[in-house]
T-cell receptor, first 113, second 113 residues
Framework: GAVVSQHPSRVICKSGTSVKIECRSLDFQATTMFWYRQFPKQSLMLMATSNEGSKATYEQGVEKDKFLINHASLTLSTLTVTSAHPEDSSFYIC?????????FGDGTRLSIL | DAKTTQPPSMDCAEGRAANLPCNHSTISGNEYVYWYRQIHSQGPQYIIHGLKNNETNEMASLIITEDRKSSTLILPHATLRDTAVYYCIVRDAGGTSYGKLTFGQGTILTVHP
């Protein structure tokens, strides 16, 4: 079946570092991908909708200059957390919109020291 | 999208059927009911979805009431690996919010031996 691959699965880095997370749809083309964030013991919160070839649409309260999204091809979207700080530590999950439902990656656990 | 209400937690004995309820009393005619589950530290996994008819696949059955104001996800023979957070989501089939999933708190299902 359809698979979404997310890389890396875990990142630990120093405060002030920028971190890039990749999300790939492996066997289907995804014109739309989504980025979610999940804090411990909380539910997933949608951060932004990424459309191939156009600017991402950010949810209210999500800083677009902090979380840069690029969706340059039909199989790849990237999320860059710029100048990450400890409060950005979280579980970041991407998904790709398939024909009838969304397919999710396995998430990236980001820890900022 | 319509809001959903689920019990925060449920228990089930291994091998028995797990019946997870969901209320979506404000659902509108073009909104689908989706079920996903999230096993600890993984991305959500699609289970099943439906509009008004009952649905069954290799994972589960979805029973939607005639007035569509509630539904039940049935795992016919729960195993320990079914322990997860189960999310019931009502999603618009079209419009500007197409594809967006709004996750609530879900139901923590614990399957015990």
């Amino acid at each position: 079946g359809a698979v979404v691959s997310q890389h890396p699965s875990r990142v630990i880095c120093k405060s002030g570092t920028s971190v890039k997370i990749e999300c790939r749809s492996l066997d289907f083309q995804a014109t739309t991908m989504f980025w979610y964030r999940q804090f411990p013991k909380q539910s997933l919160m949608l951060m932004a909708t990424s459309n191939e070839g156009s600017k991402a649409t950010y949810e209210q309260g999500v800083e677009k200059d902090k979380f840069l999204i690029n969706h340059a091809s039909l199989t790849l979207s990237t999320l860059t957390v710029t100048s990450a700080h400890p409060e950005d530590s979280s579980f970041y999950i991407c998904s790709a919109r398939g024909h009838t439902f969304q397919h999710f990656g396995d998430g990236t656990r980001l820890s900022i020291l | 999208d319509a809001k959903t209400t689920q019990p925060p937690s449920m228990d089930c004995a291994e091998g028995r059927a797990a019946n997870l309820p969901c209320n979506h009393s404000t659902i509108s005619g073009n909104e689908y009911v989706y079920w996903y589950r999230q096993i600890h530290s993984q991305g959500p996994q699609y289970i099943i979805h439906g509009l008004k008819n009952n649905e069954t696949n290799e994972m589960a059955s979805l029973i939607i009431t005639e007035d569509r104001k509630s539904s039940t996800l049935i795992l016919p023979h729960a195993t320990l690996r079914d322990t997860a957070v189960y999310y019931c989501i009502v999603r618009d089939a079209g419009g500007t919010s197409y594809g967006k999933l709004t996750f609530g708190q879900g139901t923590i299902l614990t399957v015990h031996p």
